[in-house]
């Protein structure tokens, strides 16, 4: 067999042959290794997003060659504390030579000016001549960790309140599934939409409508639907106060109908007669007031 290996100016990337030949692993882990070290520095894979990537291989094949990587230390999980923040987060490494338990972890970069060496020249000393080593950076597919939920000054039953809500609005979506821990995180974002009196109905229809066919984070797209369709306050009614006056017409001051708010009655334009006023009638009230007189005159003399 006569091998052809071709001079690369940029995109290529440079191996061990101890990782391509290493023995202990299958072909598909080799494949995947090699893989996962042509991407940048901060790269998002994983066992999804490699099945999806290779569906010849499918998301069994890709979790056992996963499982061979990481038993002979090529692909390492890390888990980290920022005592700043108090998150704690899982990061995962790709080396080119296996790891041993008890490596060092990887140090984060201190702070200052950066020293910069000799920019034509490799750490050997050999002209490197602007080669570039690895692919260019790509758009991340997966979300990014969502921000962590500011907690806000609430009583314990209004975090109760606003967390059986969450439960209750993703009960019934499957892309929206949360853990409890999840829950309690987003709840302090859900106890607005309880003090402006939204419903189950419309917190489900803005919450769950018309997402995307796939949800890399329900966690991540719930904070953000909070934050950015929280409803707008309610004007509330007094219905102790008295009501606006109606407005006049502009020919007889005669009061507008509720529904119109200036110009003129409809008599005025024409449209309909207006109505003849109804002439009162002396003999008929004069009798209902003697008829009434009467009958106070009685009913003091039977109180003596």
């Not at 290529?12 to 494949?31: E, I, K, Q, Y």
């Not at 490197?128 to 979300?143: C, F, I, N, V, Y």
């Not at 708010?261 to 449209?271: E, L, Q, S, V």
């Not at 207006?274 to 008929?284: E, I, W, Y």
Request: hydrophobic fraction near 35%; charged fraction near 25%.
């Amino acid at each position: 067999m006569r091998v052809h290996s071709s001079a690369h100016a940029r995109n290529f990337t440079v191996l061990p042959n101890a990782a391509l030949r290493d023995p202990s692993l299958s072909f598909t882990a080799r494949g995947i290794l090699c893989h996962l070290l042509s991407l940048p520095d901060g790269a998002r894979e994983d066992v999804r997003t490699l099945a999806d990537r290779y569906p010849r291989i499918g998301r069994r094949g890709v979790a056992k060659a996963m499982d061979e990587l990481i038993d002979r230390g090529y692909y390492v999980r890390r888990t980290t504390h920022d005592p700043a923040t108090g998150q704690v987060r899982t990061e995962t490494h790709v080396y080119d030579t296996p790891q041993r338990p008890g490596s060092p972890l990887p140090t984060n970069p201190g702070t200052g000016a950066a020293e910069t060496g000799n920019p034509g020249a490799s750490p050997e000393g050999e002209e490197d001549q602007g080669k570039e080593t690895s692919l260019p950076a790509r758009e991340l597919s997966a979300d990014p960790d969502p921000a962590p939920v500011q907690p806000s000054e609430r009583t314990a039953s209004d975090l109760a309140r606003a967390a059986a809500l969450l439960a209750r609005v993703t009960g019934r979506e499957p892309k929206l599934a949360l853990s409890a821990a999840e829950t309690l995180a987003l709840a302090p974002l859900a106890v607005p939409w309880l003090d402006r009196g939204v419903s189950d109905l419309v917190a489900r229809s803005l919450l769950t409508s018309g997402l995307p066919p796939v949800v890399f984070s329900a966690r991540a797209v719930l904070a953000d639907r909070l934050r950015r369709k929280l409803p707008a306050p309610r004007t509330h009614h007094d219905a102790a106060a008295p009501a606006p006056p109606l407005a006049e017409c502009a020919e007889c001051r005669d009061p507008l109908p509720p529904t119109q708010t200036a110009g003129i009655c409809t008599p005025c334009t024409g449209a309909t007669p207006r109505p003849a006023p109804t002439p009162p009638l002396p003999a008929s009230v004069q009798a209902r007031v003697s008829a009434l007189r009467a009958t106070l005159r009685d009913r003091s003399h039977a109180s003596w």
